[in-house]
Nanobody, 122 residues
Framework: QVQLVESGGGLVQAGGSLRLSCAASGRTFSSYAMGWFRQAPGKEREFVAAISSSGDSTYYADSVKGRFTISRDNAKNTVYLQMISLKPEDTAVYYC???????????????WGQGTRVTVSS
């Protein structure tokens, strides 16, 4: 069992930056690929970014490439999402997710966090 707790959301102006964090419980964090998803009001949840268990591989949605960076610190059981050049359309609840492989975390994550809200004002 893996428990995920996101933090770092908030209100930011367009063009600004935020860094989200996701702290994971358990001693097996380094064996899981991690991902970030988001759900905007009235829309379905969508994939944002993923990182392999070792951190060597990353994958991004086209809408965030060049603006968002996913990283992880296995010693701290934490995955991060650095977001720059934020746009109003990035407004959403952001969720952390975990699965055994990067393919699974993109398609069918096993574990989810409770989400953290990001609001980007124009």
């Amino acid at each position: 069992q893996v428990q995920l707790v996101e933090s770092g959301g908030g209100l930011v102006q367009a063009g600004g930056s935020l860094r989200l964090s996701c702290a994971a419980s358990g001693r097996t964090f380094s064996s899981y690929a991690m991902g970030w998803f988001r759900q905007a009001p009235g829309k379905e949840r969508e994939f944002v970014a993923a990182i392999s268990s070792s951190g060597d591989s990353t994958y991004y949605a086209d809408s965030v490439k060049g603006r968002f960076t996913i990283s992880r610190d296995n010693a701290k059981n934490t995955v991060y999402l650095q977001m720059i050049s934020l746009k109003p359309e990035d407004t959403a609840v952001y969720y952390c997710a975990a699965a055994k492989t990067i393919i699974l975390v993109v398609s069918t994550p096993t574990y989810w966090g409770q989400g953290t809200r990001v609001t980007v004002s124009s």
